[in-house]
C-alpha cells in the first residue's frame, strides 16, 4: 500500500538558512500533520491542515510556517535555521476529522542536520 | 507537565512470554489512544487505536483502556526478538479529528532471545 513519501530524506543546513520540507499524503488522505523529534525524545506536534486550513497548532516556532497545497501535500518551511533545529521531522496524513482522533500514519521522516 | 506518562524502561522480557505496556494519562488529553512502535532512527508505526473502554484485539496485540482510571495498556503475546523497539502511548487531541497526538516518552521493549 501506499505510504506518506517526505523529501529530502536527508538535509544538511547552515545556521541562519533556510530549509523546505515536503509530504505528500496518502492517496485520499486529506490532513496532515507535521512533528519534529529530537535525539532521544519522543514526537512533538507542530502544526496540521486538513483541507488546506490549519487545523490544531502546537509547539511550532515562529520561525517555521507550513501549508497545505490544493493536491494535499504540505511544506514545511524554516527559516533562520539554529543548531537546537537538528532533528527528526515527520509528516503524517490521515482521513479528515471525524467524531474520534484519526489514525495517523507517518512518513519516513528528514533528517535535518544544522552546522 | 506532561500529559502522557510512560515508563521508559528498558523492559527485557523473554522470547514467547507477555509483555506489558502501560500508559497514564492526563485529563486534558482526549479518550482517543494511539500505540506505536518505533525502531531506532526510524518512523513511529501505527500498531493499534483504541476509543472505549475495555480490550481490544488485533493479532498477538490487545490494548486495553480503562478511563475512570486514565490508563491505557498494550499486552504483546508470542513475544518475538523482533518486537523489540520503543512504544509509544499516544493520546488524540481533545479539539477533534485533525488535531495533533501527544506522545509519552515512550517505553523501550527488549526481547531476549
Known amino acids: 500500500a501506499a505510504g506518506v513519501i517526505q523529501s529530502p530524506r536527508h538535509l544538511i543546513k547552515e545556521k541562519r538558512e533556510t530549509a523546505t520540507l515536503k509530504c505528500y499524503p496518502i492517496p485520499r488522505h486529506d490532513t496532515v500533520y507535521w512533528y519534529q523529534q529530537g535525539p532521544g525524545q519522543d514526537p512533538q506536534f507542530l502544526i496540521s491542515f486538513y483541507e488546506k486550513m490549519q487545523s490544531d497548532k502546537g509547539s511550532i516556532p515562529d520561525r517555521f510556517s507550513a501549508q497545505q497545497f490544493s493536491d494535499y501535500h504540505s511544506e514545511l518551511n524554516m527559516s533562520s535555521l539554529e543548531l537546537g533545529d537538528s532533528a527528526l521531522y515527520f509528516c503524517?496524513?490521515?482521513?479528515?476529522?471525524?467524531?474520534?482522533?484519526?489514525?495517523?500514519?507517518f512518513g519516513p521522516g528528514t533528517r535535518l542536520t544544522v552546522t | 507537565q506532561k500529559e502522557v506518562e510512560q515508563n521508559s524502561g528498558p523492559l527485557s522480557v523473554p522470547e514467547g512470554a507477555i509483555a506489558s505496556l502501560n500508559c497514564t494519562y492526563s485529563d486534558r488529553v482526549s479518550q482517543s489512544f494511539f500505540w506505536y512502535r518505533q525502531y531506532s532512527g526510524k518512523s513511529p508505526e501505527l500498531i493499534m487505536s483504541i476509543y472505549s473502554n475495555g480490550d481490544k484485539e488485533d493479532g498477538r496485540f490487545t490494548a486495553q483502556l480503562n478511563k475512570a482510571s486514565q490508563y491505557v495498556s498494550l499486552l504483546i503475546r508470542d513475544s518475538q526478538p523482533s518486537d523489540s523497539a520503543t512504544y509509544l502511548c499516544?493520546?488524540?487531541?481533545?479539539?477533534?479529528?485533525?488535531?495533533?497526538?501527544?506522545f509519552g516518552k515512550g517505553t523501550h521493549l527488549i526481547i531476549q532471545p
Open positions: 503524517a496524513s490521515s482521513l479528515g476529522p471525524g467524531t474520534v482522533a484519526s489514525k495517523q500514519y
Open positions: 499516544a493520546g488524540g487531541g481533545s479539539g477533534g479529528g485533525a488535531d495533533g497526538l501527544t
